[in-house]
């Protein structure tokens, strides 16, 4: 079946502008993350839904970013007010539901937006 | 807080050669631990986990033990070949943590006939 997408693959804006970056989780998949790889770096953990609701919004580095899930399956990232250092790739990812303490359920990543702020 | 360490690349070997990844890592709870591959010009993939210790993760001839005394899940293959060249991500996950990942900062190798 289809993997994870990811839309648009780039984007490139200018600093102050408005960014929204689209994830499409794998079907029936009710875990959604998302994460930022900058340039030479691990992804770097930034919000995880459970659902609809952010379950864990604690790698958000800011107010500019805000993320949303309406109908538990696609998710957009926005980004307000971009500046040069939100450049980088922002991989999203999407597993089944966490099963608890002790369980792991793998996580599955798209391809990535890499987004250039100029 | 959460974080992994892992040796610094490029790490460069002729086809055939031993590979060992060394990855340390810090935990908050107790960790499951995982290792992450990207293939140039694709995303990221598991290559292979452990959740407690002691367990030997393996796949693809890729192997990584579990090392609690030591905070360690090193890579290791016996035999690499030219196509697994990538960039290889040590990453830990904690229990009660939702599964969000902490990743290092990868190590990229290359291998070479």
């Known amino acids: 079946g289809a993997g994870v997408s990811q839309t648009p693959s780039n984007k490139v804006t200018e600093k102050g502008k408005y960014v929204e970056l689209r994830c499409d989780p794998i079907?029936?998949?009710?875990?959604l993350y998302w994460y930022r790889q900058s340039l030479g770096q691990g992804p770097e953990f930034l919000i995880y839904?459970?659902?609809?609701?952010?379950?864990?919004d604690s790698g958000l580095p800011n107010d500019r970013f805000f993320a949303v899930r309406p109908e538990g399956s696609v998710s957009t990232l926005k980004i307000q007010r971009t500046e040069r250092g939100d450049s980088a790739v922002y991989l999203c990812?999407?597993?089944?539901?966490?099963?608890?303490?002790?369980?792991?359920?793998?996580?599955?990543f798209g391809p990535g937006t890499r987004l250039t702020v100029l | 807080g959460d974080s992994v360490t892992q040796m610094e690349g490029p790490v460069t070997l002729s086809e055939e050669a031993f590979l060992t990844i060394n990855c340390t890592y810090t935990?908050?709870?107790?960790?499951?631990l995982f290792w992450y591959v990207q293939y140039p010009g694709e995303g990221l993939q598991l290559l292979l986990k452990?959740?407690?210790?002691?367990d030997k993760g393996s796949n693809k001839g890729f192997e990584a033990t579990y090392r609690k005394e030591t905070t360690s899940f090193h890579l290791e293959k016996g035999s690499v070949q030219v196509s697994d060249s990538a960039v290889y991500f040590c990453?830990?996950?904690?229990?009660?943590?939702?599964?969000?990942?902490?990743f290092g900062t990868g190590t990229q190798l290359k291998v070479e006939l």
């Open positions: 079907s029936g998949h009710t875990a």
């Open positions: 990453a830990l996950s904690v229990s009660g943590g939702g599964n969000k990942l902490t």
């Open positions: 990812a999407s597993s089944l539901t966490w099963v608890g303490t002790g369980g792991y359920n793998e996580q599955f």
């Open positions: 452990a959740t407690k210790a002691d």
């Open positions: 839904f459970q659902g609809t609701g952010a379950a864990d």
């Open positions: 935990a908050t709870g107790y960790p499951s």
